[in-house]
Nanobody, 122 residues
Framework: QVQLVESGGGLVQAGDSLRLSCAAS????????MAWFRQAPGKEREFVAR????????YYGDSVQGRFTVSRVNANNTVSLQMNSLRPVDSAVYYC???????????????WGQGTHVTVSS
């Protein structure tokens, strides 16, 4: 069992940066692929980024490529999402997720945090 708690959301202006963090419980954090998804009101959940167990390989959604960076520290059971050059379209609830498969398919992730709100004003 893994429990995930996100933090770091808030209200920022377009062009600003924000860093989200996700703290995981349990001793098996390094066994999981970690991912970030987001969901805006009235829209489907969208893949944002994921990072492999070792942290060596990262993947990004097309809309955030080059602006967002995902990282993890297995010793601290944390995964982070650095978001730069934020745009109003980035406004959403951001979720971190843990899974055993290296995939962008949200249905393959077993554990989810409660989400943190990010609002980007123009």
């Amino acid at each position: 069992q893994v429990q995930l708690v996100e933090s770091g959301g808030g209200l920022v202006q377009a062009g600003d940066s924000l860093r989200l963090s996700c703290a995981a419980s349990g001793r098996t954090f390094s066994s999981y692929v970690m991912a970030w998804f987001r969901q805006a009101p009235g829209k489907e959940r969208e893949f944002v980024a994921r990072i492999t167990r070792s942290g060596r390989i990262t993947y990004y959604g097309d809309s955030v490529q080059g602006r967002f960076t995902v990282s993890r520290v297995n010793a601290n059971n944390t995964v982070s999402l650095q978001m730069n050059s934020l745009r109003p379209v980035d406004s959403a609830v951001y979720y971190c997720a843990a899974g055993l498969q290296d995939t962008r398919d949200d249905t393959r992730y077993d554990y989810w945090g409660q989400g943190t709100h990010v609002t980007v004003s123009s």
